[in-house]
Every structure is written in structure tokens, then in C-alpha cells.
Nanobody
């Protein structure tokens, strides 16, 4: 069974750092494009970062460029999001997504249940 489980969220002061982790089961993260999205209260869900399955190419939303880093640990089958210089506007529920295309019946689009990040003040 495919599952994505996020962890690492919590309360942090402005300017602080957090590392989020997405643990995958039922598939290899190296076989999919892995992304982090976030949704703040009253706002639309937005793309934070993506790492591709081929070559590990990365892409970041404009609001987090230079502050966040996405990475993949294939032996552990996890994807992480290192968040530095956090701002109050980063407060949101962060979701992990796995997207795979071109695999016929083995295509996939799965989401975790999310982890809450709160940047106070």
C-alpha cells in the first residue's frame, strides 16, 4: 500500500529553522517526482519545492527561493525539506506529494495528510 507520512512540523521563532521529512512506503521515491506543497489559513494550496526522479533536478516557489532546500535520501526512501530563515508568512500545513507518469496502470498521484508549521510573531 502506498503511503506518505510527513513529520517534523512544530512551533519555531522567526528566523529559526526546521527540517520536514516525508517517509514513503509502497514505492521508491527515486521513481517519482516528489514535491512539498503548503496551505495557510484562508489561502490556496501552493507549490513549495519539487525534486525530479531523473537527475534530481529541483524547483522552488518564488517565496522560498534561497531559504528552503529539498533533498532525497534513496536508501531511507524519504524526502526532506530544510527550512531556514523562517518567517511568520511560512505558517501553513505542509503536504508531501508523489507524482509518477508514463507508467501506465502504475501511474500515481498521492498525498500525505500534512504536518503543521507555525512561525510565531
Amino acid at each position: 500500500q502506498v503511503q506518505l507520512v510527513e513529520s517534523g512540523g512544530g512551533l519555531v521563532s522567526p528566523g529559526g529553522s526546521l527540517r520536514l521529512s516525508c517517509a514513503a512506503s509502497g514505492f521508491a521515491v527515486s521513481s517519482a517526482a516528489m514535491s512539498w506543497y503548503r496551505q495557510a489559513p484562508g489561502k490556496e494550496r501552493e507549490l513549495v519545492a519539487t525534486i525530479g526522479s531523473a537527475g534530481g533536478r529541483t524547483n522552488y516557489g518564488d517565496s522560498v527561493k534561497g531559504r528552503f532546500t529539498i533533498s532525497r535520501d534513496d536508501p531511507k526512501n524519504t524526502v526532506s525539506l530544510q527550512m531556514n530563515s523562517l518567517k511568520p508568512e511560512d505558517t501553513a500545513v505542509y503536504y508531501c506529494n508523489a507524482l509518477r507518469t508514463g507508467w501506465g496502470q502504475y501511474n500515481m498521484d498521492y498525498w500525505g495528510k500534512g504536518t503543521l508549521v507555525t512561525v510565531s510573531s
